[in-house]
């Protein structure tokens, strides 16, 4: 299956402590996003990439957000110094410029206690 | 400001029949519109898209239909199918704008068999 990947699908962790997810996209995908859904909402943007540029950061994502796509293919997304607040579950999603049918992958739930 | 609204949480429906799944939006700017279907513990799964220069496409059992002039649409899927029995999210985007989707609250689809 080549879908978009996610790693790892779950993570519990300590206030304080911080967390790193993975997201590897379809292949031939050059556009990368990041989104968030907590219970009973739809997702909602975080970030995304062309290739390993970031061309857009959401006022959700605070200093304590950082995401990286260092080669244009997978991309990291940090959490530091993680809250209560951000449980959740992260999505990621890709595409090929030009479609914008978005794909997404089956998305990491953090639970931050 | 919820710019794309799903005022209905819920809706139930008989196998065979049809689903009508409604979606509201404020923004005019937005040109791209989207269905997913999600299940509990994954991603969003892709269904089928719209853009603005059209007012209705179908695949399968799934037509949407765009108003532009009411900015709202609808997913009809015809006919339902136990297996639909879902969270449906509409989502819509600008394309010049990098695409990121802002998506509407759901709308939890059963169908009884």
């Known amino acids: 299956d080549t879908g978009v990947s996610q790693d790892p699908r779950h993570k519990i962790t300590k206030r304080g402590q911080n967390v790193t997810f993975r997201c590897d996209p379809i292949?031939?995908?050059?556009?990368l996003y990041w989104y968030r859904q907590t219970l009973g909402q739809g997702p909602e943007f975080l970030t995304y990439?062309?290739?390993?540029?970031?061309?857009?950061k959401s006022r959700l994502l605070s200093d304590r957000f950082s995401a990286e796509r260092p080669k244009g293919s997978f991309s990291t997304l940090e959490i530091q110094r993680t809250e209560q607040g951000d449980s959740a579950m992260y999505l990621c999603?890709?595409?090929?410029?030009?479609?914008?049918?978005?794909?997404f992958g089956p998305g990491t739930r953090l639970l931050v206690l | 400001d919820q710019q794309v609204k799903q005022n209905s949480p819920s809706l139930s429906v008989q196998e065979g029949r049809i689903s009508i799944l409604n979606c509201d939006y404020t923004?005019?700017?937005?040109?791209?519109f989207l269905w997913y279907k999600k299940y509990p513990a994954e991603g969003p799964t892709f269904l089928i898209s719209?853009?603005?220069?059209?007012d209705k496409n179908e695949d399968g059992r799934f037509t949407v239909f765009l108003n532009k002039s009411a900015k709202h649409l609808s997913l009809h899927i015809v006919p339902s199918q136990p297996g639909d029995s879902a969270v449906y999210f509409c989502?819509?985007?600008?394309?010049?704008?990098?695409?990121?989707?802002?998506f509407g609250q759901g709308t939890e689809l059963s169908v009884k068999p």
């Open positions: 990439f062309q290739n390993e540029a970031q061309l857009e």
């Open positions: 292949s031939e995908h050059n556009r």
């Open positions: 923004n005019s700017m937005f040109d791209y």
């Open positions: 719209i853009s603005s220069i059209k």
């Open positions: 989502a819509a985007s600008v394309i010049e704008l990098g695409g990121k989707l802002i």
């Open positions: 999603a890709s595409s090929f410029t030009g479609t914008d049918n978005q794909y």
